[in-house]
C-alpha cells in the first residue's frame, strides 16, 4: 500500500502539472545557430541555391515523395520509440492536383496545416534590410500574439532568386516556433487534431496555443522508473519524431537537386535538436529530487496543494528567466561579435559525438538533464529572489523581466552575471555540438 501510495502521488503531480513553462527552449534561434553554422567552412564556401517555394517542390517531387514517405513511416513504427503511426488515410498520394498539394503534405507529415511558409530571410542583429521588402512578424507565424518577434527584421525573398545555404539554414532554425506544431492533439480544438492519431495532449493544457506544441519540444527520456510507471505520458514526446523526419526530407532534398529545401528543412531539424540542450525541455521540474515530488503531492492529495502549486510556478518562472537572460544577452553579443565569449563558445569546434539514431535521446538531452540540477541552482543563486523564489509572482510579461539585467547586476553584480554566463556557455557549447553533428550526418 505505501508504495502505491507512492507511485500514484507521482502520477498526480505530473497528471495535474499545466505546464505553464513557455514551450520556446531558446528565444530567437538565429541568434545561436549563425556563429555555430558560420564557423563551418564547408557551408560558408558552398554556392548559393535557387530559392524554391514548397508548392513547386511538392509538384516536382511528388511521385518520389510517396514512396519516401511510406519507408519513412516504415522506418519510424520500428525505429522510434512511443511513435504513434500515422492513421490510415492520411498517407501523401500522387493524386496530381496541384491546388490541394501543400495541405496534403502538411497533414502526412502531421503539422498544422495552416503555417504560412513563405520565402525570407530573418535577420540578424547587424544584418541591414538592403533595400528588401520587410515582411511583418504576423505574416509568418499562426500565434495569434506575434510580439515577441516584434524586435527582428524579416525580408522577402523571390522564387527563383539565388541566397547562400547559410542564410537559409539560419532562417529554417527559428520557424518550427511559428506554429508548426500547435492544435495537433485530439483536445486542441481543431478539426486536423482529431485526425493525426497522436491521442490527447499528454501534458500541459490543452486550451492553451502555445502550450500545445510542448510535446514536440520536450523530451523527458531519464525520469526514473518510478516515475515512468505511474506517468507513462511523459514518454509521449516527439522531439525525435520530427528530428529524424526532418533529416530524412533534407537527405531526400538534396539527392533529388531541390538545394534550397535541402537546407531549410535540415533547419527545421536543427531546431528540435537545439531544443534538448536546454535542461527546462528535458526534466519536468528541474532540480527537485523524485522524493520531494513524492511528498508536495501527497500533501496535494491531502487536501493541501500548496506545495505542489508553488513549484509548478516556481519552475515556471526560472524558464522564463533563462531564456529571455540568453535573449538578451546574445542580442548584446552581436554588438562586440568578435570577441565576445558567448560567440567564441558557439564557434569552438568542441569535441563532436557522432549523430545517430539515439543521438537526442542518448546525447543531448542525457548531457542536458544531467545540467538541469546546476543550471536550477544558479538561477536561484544569482538572480533576484522576486523572480526564481517567489511563487506568488508571475514572471511572464513582468516589468521586473523587462529589465532583467539591472535586476541581476543589482542583486548579484558582476560576479553573478559572470557565473551566469559561464553556466550558458556550457549550454551553448552542447548546442553547438547538436548542430555540427546533425550538419555532419547530413551533408556526408
Same mark, same amino acid.
Given at each position: 500500500?505505501? @508504495?502505491?501510495?507512492?507511485?500514484?502521488?507521482?502520477?498526480? #503531480?505530473?497528471?495535474?502539472?499545466?505546464?505553464?513553462?513557455?514551450?520556446?527552449?531558446? +528565444?530567437?534561434?538565429?541568434?545561436?545557430?549563425?556563429?555555430?553554422?558560420? +564557423?563551418?567552412?564547408?557551408?560558408?564556401?558552398?554556392?548559393?541555391?535557387?530559392?524554391?517555394?514548397?508548392?513547386?517542390?511538392?509538384? %516536382?517531387?511528388?511521385?518520389?515523395?510517396?514512396?519516401?514517405?511510406k519507408?519513412?513511416?516504415?522506418w519510424?513504427?520500428?525505429?522510434?520509440?512511443?511513435?504513434?503511426?500515422?492513421? =490510415?488515410?492520411?498517407?501523401?498520394?500522387?493524386?496530381?492536383?496541384?491546388?490541394?498539394i501543400?495541405?496534403?503534405?502538411?497533414?502526412? *507529415?502531421?503539422?498544422?496545416?495552416?503555417?504560412?511558409? @513563405?520565402?525570407?530571410?530573418?535577420?540578424?542583429?547587424?544584418? =541591414?534590410?538592403?533595400?528588401?521588402?520587410?515582411?511583418?512578424?504576423?505574416?509568418?507565424?499562426?500565434?495569434a500574439?506575434?510580439?515577441?518577434? +516584434?524586435?527582428?527584421?524579416?525580408?522577402?525573398?523571390k522564387?527563383?532568386?539565388?541566397?547562400?545555404? *547559410?542564410?537559409?539554414?539560419?532562417?529554417?532554425?527559428?520557424?518550427?516556433?511559428?506554429?508548426?506544431?500547435?492544435?495537433?492533439?485530439?483536445?486542441?480544438?481543431?478539426?486536423?487534431?482529431?485526425?493525426?492519431?497522436?491521442?490527447?495532449?499528454?501534458?500541459?493544457?490543452?486550451?492553451?496555443?502555445?502550450?500545445?506544441?510542448?510535446?514536440?519540444? !520536450?523530451?523527458?527520456?531519464?525520469?526514473?522508473?518510478?516515475?515512468?510507471?505511474? &506517468?507513462?505520458?511523459?514518454?509521449?514526446?516527439?522531439?525525435?519524431? /520530427?528530428?529524424?523526419?526532418?533529416?530524412?526530407?533534407s537527405?531526400?532534398?538534396?539527392?533529388?537537386?531541390?538545394?534550397?529545401? &535541402?537546407?531549410?528543412?535540415?533547419?527545421?531539424? !536543427?531546431?528540435?535538436?537545439?531544443?534538448?540542450?536546454?535542461?527546462?525541455?528535458?526534466?519536468?521540474?528541474?532540480? !527537485?529530487?523524485?522524493?520531494?515530488?513524492?511528498? #508536495?503531492?501527497?500533501?496535494?492529495?491531502? &487536501?493541501?496543494? @500548496?506545495?505542489?502549486?508553488?513549484?509548478?510556478?516556481?519552475?515556471?518562472? %526560472?524558464?522564463y528567466?533563462?531564456?529571455?537572460?540568453?535573449?538578451?544577452?546574445? /542580442?548584446?553579443?552581436?554588438?562586440?561579435?568578435?570577441t565576445?565569449?558567448?560567440?567564441?563558445?558557439? /564557434?569552438?569546434?568542441?569535441?563532436?559525438?557522432?549523430?545517430?539514431?539515439?543521438?537526442?535521446?542518448?546525447? #543531448?538531452? %542525457?548531457?542536458?538533464?544531467?545540467?538541469?540540477?546546476?543550471?536550477?541552482?544558479?538561477l $536561484?543563486?544569482?538572480?533576484p529572489?522576486?523572480?526564481? %523564489?517567489?511563487?506568488?509572482?508571475?514572471?511572464?510579461?513582468? $516589468?521586473? *523581466?523587462?529589465?532583467?539585467?539591472? =535586476?541581476?547586476? +543589482?542583486?548579484?553584480?558582476?560576479? &553573478?552575471?559572470?557565473?551566469?554566463?559561464?553556466?550558458?556557455?556550457?549550454? *551553448? =557549447?552542447?548546442?553547438?555540438?547538436?548542430?555540427?553533428?546533425?550538419?555532419?550526418?547530413?551533408?556526408?
Amino acid at each position: 500500500m505505501k @508504495k502505491y501510495i507512492k507511485l500514484l502521488s507521482i502520477a498526480v #503531480i505530473f497528471t495535474t502539472i499545466a505546464f505553464p513553462l513557455k514551450s520556446k527552449a531558446w +528565444s530567437e534561434h538565429p541568434l545561436l545557430a549563425y556563429p555555430v553554422l558560420s +564557423s563551418i567552412p564547408d557551408l560558408t564556401n558552398r554556392n548559393a541555391v535557387e530559392v524554391q517555394s514548397l508548392k513547386s517542390f511538392l509538384i %516536382k517531387e511528388e511521385k518520389g515523395l510517396v514512396d519516401f514517405l511510406k519507408k519513412y513511416e516504415e522506418w519510424a513504427k520500428i525505429n522510434l520509440p512511443n511513435y504513434a503511426p500515422l492513421p =490510415q488515410g492520411l498517407e501523401f498520394s500522387n493524386t496530381g492536383n496541384e491546388s490541394d498539394i501543400v495541405f496534403r503534405f502538411l497533414r502526412a *507529415l502531421r503539422l498544422n496545416p495552416n503555417i504560412k511558409l @513563405k520565402l525570407y530571410l530573418h535577420l540578424l542583429p547587424n544584418q =541591414q534590410v538592403d533595400g528588401r521588402n520587410t515582411i511583418a512578424p504576423s505574416e509568418l507565424t499562426t500565434l495569434a500574439d506575434a510580439s515577441s518577434l +516584434s524586435q527582428i527584421n524579416y525580408v522577402e525573398l523571390k522564387e527563383g532568386e539565388m541566397v547562400t545555404p *547559410l542564410d537559409v539554414l539560419c532562417t529554417a532554425n527559428d520557424e518550427p516556433d511559428y506554429g508548426f506544431d500547435l492544435g495537433l492533439f485530439e483536445d486542441n480544438g481543431t478539426e486536423y487534431g482529431k485526425t493525426y492519431g497522436l491521442g490527447v495532449q499528454p501534458f500541459g493544457d490543452p486550451k492553451l496555443d502555445y502550450g500545445s506544441q510542448a510535446p514536440f519540444h !520536450m523530451g523527458f527520456y531519464h525520469e526514473s522508473k518510478l516515475v515512468y510507471a505511474f &506517468g507513462p505520458f511523459l514518454k509521449k514526446t516527439y522531439p525525435e519524431y /520530427r528530428i529524424s523526419l526532418f533529416k530524412a526530407l533534407s537527405e531526400y532534398a538534396f539527392a533529388t537537386g531541390n538545394d534550397y529545401w &535541402g537546407w531549410r528543412f535540415m533547419g527545421w531539424g !536543427m531546431h528540435y535538436l537545439g531544443d534538448l540542450s536546454m535542461p527546462y525541455h528535458t526534466a519536468p521540474l528541474p532540480g !527537485m529530487s523524485t522524493a520531494r515530488m513524492i511528498w #508536495i503531492n501527497l500533501k496535494a492529495m491531502l &487536501g493541501f496543494p @500548496k506545495s505542489k502549486n508553488d513549484a509548478i510556478q516556481l519552475v515556471s518562472n %526560472k524558464h522564463y528567466v533563462l531564456e529571455h537572460y540568453q535573449w538578451l544577452v546574445m /542580442r548584446e553579443a552581436y554588438n562586440n561579435y568578435n570577441t565576445n565569449p558567448l560567440i567564441e563558445a558557439l /564557434r569552438a569546434e568542441t569535441l563532436i559525438i557522432p549523430y545517430s539514431d539515439n543521438f537526442a535521446r542518448n546525447v #543531448i538531452s %542525457k548531457i542536458s538533464v544531467d545540467r538541469s540540477r546546476k543550471v536550477d541552482k544558479a538561477l $536561484k543563486t544569482y538572480c533576484p529572489p522576486l523572480l526564481v %523564489k517567489d511563487p506568488s509572482f508571475e514572471a511572464s510579461n513582468s $516589468k521586473e *523581466l523587462d529589465n532583467l539585467m539591472e =535586476q541581476i547586476n +543589482s542583486y548579484s553584480g558582476a560576479a &553573478g552575471v559572470e557565473r551566469l554566463n559561464a553556466l550558458l556557455i556550457e549550454m *551553448l =557549447q552542447t548546442y553547438s555540438m547538436s548542430l555540427r553533428s546533425y550538419y555532419n550526418t547530413i551533408i556526408k
